[in-house]
């Protein structure tokens, strides 16, 4: 249950857990067929990382001109808690790449799972949030198809440039 938490669990940052999922699904998609594979797993790690680093920075610095209040260690670290979101959409992506690096699975197949587990999590957090927000049927669908549209225009981009 623990890892379970640790993995899908995004907390109150449903906007991390969205933004984290375009930015891997994109990167993996960006380096598919361009990069050996081990590359491509070092490259999705660092950006991210990198990212979330950057959001906990200026939310930090954000939130401490807004409020006047002195930055601490704990407000730091509680800002990093919440962008944990951002970090956690790299690991199920990360997880099949490496399956692929390890010949676990074939390379293709590791690029294909990354980038469609990326496209139905942007599905899955838009049906969150739509329970959340007790919207309508219309609504419902409305809110699916928009983050259906990333990930989607993350494929034909791919697709494009690809060929």
């Not at 899908?8 to 361009?34: C, E, K, M, P, W």
């Not at 990360?94 to 676990?104: H, I, N, P, R």
């Not at 007790?134 to 809110?143: C, D, K, P, S, Y």
Request: aromatic share 10%.
């Amino acid at each position: 249950m623990r890892i379970r938490r640790w993995v899908f669990d995004r907390g109150d940052n449903l906007a991390g857990a969205i933004y984290g999922i375009i930015l891997v699904t994109s990167l993996v998609a960006a380096a598919d067929g361009q990069d050996e594979i081990w590359r491509s797993l070092g490259i999705v790690e660092a950006t991210v990382v990198v990212f979330w680093l950057a959001h906990v920075y200026a939310d930090a610095l954000g939130r401490s001109g807004d409020s006047g209040e002195k930055l601490t260690f704990a407000g730091v670290r509680r800002i990093a808690g919440r962008q944990w979101p951002l970090l956690q959409a790299a690991i199920v992506p990360s997880l099949a790449l490496l399956a692929g690096c390890l010949d676990l699975i074939a390379t293709r197949a590791a690029y294909l799972i990354a980038i469609g587990y990326g496209v139905a999590a942007l599905v899955w957090w838009g049906f969150l949030f739509a329970r959340k927000e007790q919207l309508g049927r219309g609504a419902t669908i409305a809110v699916v198809v928009v983050n259906l549209s990333f990930g989607l225009s993350i494929v034909a981009l791919k697709e494009l440039v690809s060929h």
